[in-house]
C-alpha cells in the first residue's frame, strides 16, 4: 500500500508511550508520596480517580488529557492547595517522559522513505499543542513532517472527521490519495475509514479485529517498510 500523503498518529504509533510514562508517574507519585507521607498504593489509587474524574468532566476534549489537570485534581482531592505543588509534577512528569521517549527505528527508516519520495505527511493527534511539539522537537521529527493537527485547535478529537478534514486541508489532497497510520482502532482507523481514508492500523497488541475494505494491518513500521 503506497500513498501520496500520510497522516499519522503520533502517541504510541511513532513511538512506544507505555515505558516513558510508566517512568514518568512513577516519578511523580514517589514524589507526592514523600512529600505528603500518603503511601504509594494510595497515591496511585488517588492519581488513578483524579484521572477519571477528570476525564469524565472534559469527554472529547484536549484538555481530557493534560496532565496539569490531573495532578491539580489529584491534590484537591487530599486538600492539599493545588498552586504550589500541581505545575512540579507537570514539569517532572513531562521533563521524565521526553528524556525517555524514543522513535522507533523502523519508524525513522519510514519517514525518510516517504520524505524522500516527495510524500505529504501530517501529523494527527488528540492532545494540547504545546507538549505535542515538544515531543516533535524531541523525537526530531520537524524535518519529516509538514504539518500537525491537534484536538486542541480543532476542538474535538478523533474519530470525529473534523480531525481528518482539516489535515486533508493542510495537505492540500484528496482523501483516496492520503493513507492514515495510527494504533486506536476506533480513533485512527474508524475515523479514518468514515472520511474515505485507506488505513494502516499498527496493531501492536495483536488484537483480532475483522478489516474494513482499504484496512490493513501491520505489527510495526518494518511491515510497511517492505509493502
Ligand atoms: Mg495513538
Redesign the pocket.
Known amino acids: 500500500m503506497k500513498s501520496e500523503n500520510y497522516i499519522l498518529?503520533?502517541?504510541?504509533?511513532l513511538y512506544d508511550?507505555k515505558v516513558p510514562h510508566n517512568i514518568a508517574i512513577k516519578r511523580v507519585l514517589s514524589n507526592f508520596s514523600d512529600e505528603f507521607g500518603i503511601g504509594i498504593d494510595k497515591s496511585e489509587k488517588i492519581f488513578r480517580a483524579a484521572r477519571k474524574k477528570t476525564q469524565e468532566q472534559l469527554v472529547n476534549t484536549a484538555a481530557s488529557h493534560n496532565r496539569l489537570l490531573y495532578f491539580q485534581k489529584m491534590l484537591e482531592l487530599n486538600n492539599i492547595n493545588s498552586l504550589d505543588y500541581a505545575m512540579k509534577y507537570y514539569d517532572i512528569y513531562w521533563d521524565t517522559f521526553l528524556e525517555n521517549m524514543k522513535l522507533f527505528e523502523d519508524a525513522r527508516l519510514f519517514l525518510e522513505k516517504i520524505k524522500t519520495s516527495g510524500c505529504g505527511v501530517c501529523i494527527l493527534t488528540d492532545l494540547t499543542a504545546h507538549i505535542q511539539y515538544r515531543k516533535i522537537q524531541k523525537l526530531g521529527l520537524s524535518r519529516f513532517v509538514d504539518f500537525m493537527v491537534t484536538s486542541e485547535e480543532v476542538g474535538v478529537e478523533k474519530p470525529n472527521p473534523k480531525m481528518f478534514k482539516i489535515a486533508l486541508y493542510k495537505l492540500n489532497c484528496d482523501p483516496k490519495q492520503t493513507i492514515m497510520i495510527?494504533?486506536?482502532w476506533e480513533?485512527?482507523i474508524i475515523g479514518a475509514s468514515a472520511v474515505g481514508l485507506k488505513a494502516i492500523w499498527m496493531n501492536h497488541d495483536k488484537d483480532s479485529r475483522e478489516l474494513p475494505d482499504g484496512v490493513i494491518e501491520v505489527e510495526n513500521f518494518e511491515e510497511i517498510n517492505q509493502l
Request: proline share 0%; charged share 45%; glycine share 10%.
Open positions: 498518529d503520533l502517541d504510541n504509533t508511550y495510527g494504533d486506536n480513533k485512527d
